[in-house]
């Protein structure tokens, strides 16, 4: 795991980024927060770090001031993430060495793409060959991956909401992310999941209708039977005939 801490003044945005961002899934581990560049220069100098993500604007020593005390001692990747979009900052930003600058609220997806370069970088100096599966998988793919082992095992039951906090995303931006980087979307895929088990129980005469409507989600067996015959363009007891055509509902 690559070593990242976080400065920034706000002690709820440190909070954030360290217990909602799934860091080690990207291939890195939080090492210290700090509420400014004083405490994390401090830090730096008794520890390995590969990355900082900073605040500009802190108290006592800022974000700009660290990354050019820095720039003389040792090489530390740094990423600034302000709410000022003043060019002036932005300049200094990237003349102190900064490799990217983020505007508040910084948006998930722009902190993900970012970091997975540095993660690619970072592997190619250190002469480090990625997992298998990293070398296989995007960071998506993975992501999606899990949402799907979790519909496939829990369709019964299954929200967005839980799918969500599984992977540590908002429900809206796991939403998005099904919608852009799968070839279903999450109500898609979670529809297509309850009816191929149900098509799979229905061949099997010891499970009754109402049974199957349940065990897929359903409470209500008339909407399965709707929902049923939307997707397959016929009724569940169709469906069985066809399967079992010597056995009746």
């Not at 793919?141 to 039951?157: A, C, F, H, P, R």
């Amino acid at each position: 795991m690559y070593q990242v801490i976080i400065v920034d003044d706000e002690a709820k945005i440190r909070s954030g980024l360290v217990n909602l961002f799934p860091w080690s899934q990207l291939g890195f581990e939080v090492a210290g927060c700090f509420a400014n560049g004083k405490e994390a220069y401090e830090f730096i100098l008794g520890n390995h770090v590969d990355l900082i993500l900073s605040d500009i604007r802190m108290p006592i020593m800022d974000g700009l001031e660290l990354s050019e005390k820095l720039s003389s001692k040792r090489k530390v990747r740094i990423i600034f993430f302000s709410g000022y979009q003043d060019f002036d900052y932005v300049r200094r930003a990237l003349r102190s060495g900064a490799i990217d600058y983020l505007l508040k609220p910084v948006k998930y997806e722009d902190l993900v793409d970012c970091l997975t370069k540095i993660r690619e970088n970072l592997n190619i100096e250190n002469h480090r060959s990625p997992a298998p599966e990293e070398e296989n998988l995007s960071y998506y793919e993975k992501l999606i991956g899990m949402v799907k082992n979790y519909l496939d095992t829990n369709y019964q039951n299954a929200t967005l909401e839980q799918a969500a906090r599984l992977v540590e995303l908002s429900p809206n931006y796991l939403s998005k992310v099904m919608k852009e980087h799968s070839d279903l979307s999450f109500s898609n895929y979670l529809l297509k999941t309850r009816m191929d088990n149900a098509a799979r129980m229905l061949k099997d005469i010891g499970y009754k209708q109402y049974e199957i409507a349940y065990r897929v989600g359903y409470d209500n067996p008339k909407n399965f039977s709707r929902a049923f015959h939307q997707y397959f363009h016929m009724t569940p007891s169709q469906y069985r005939q066809n399967h079992c055509p010597t056995h009746g509902e």
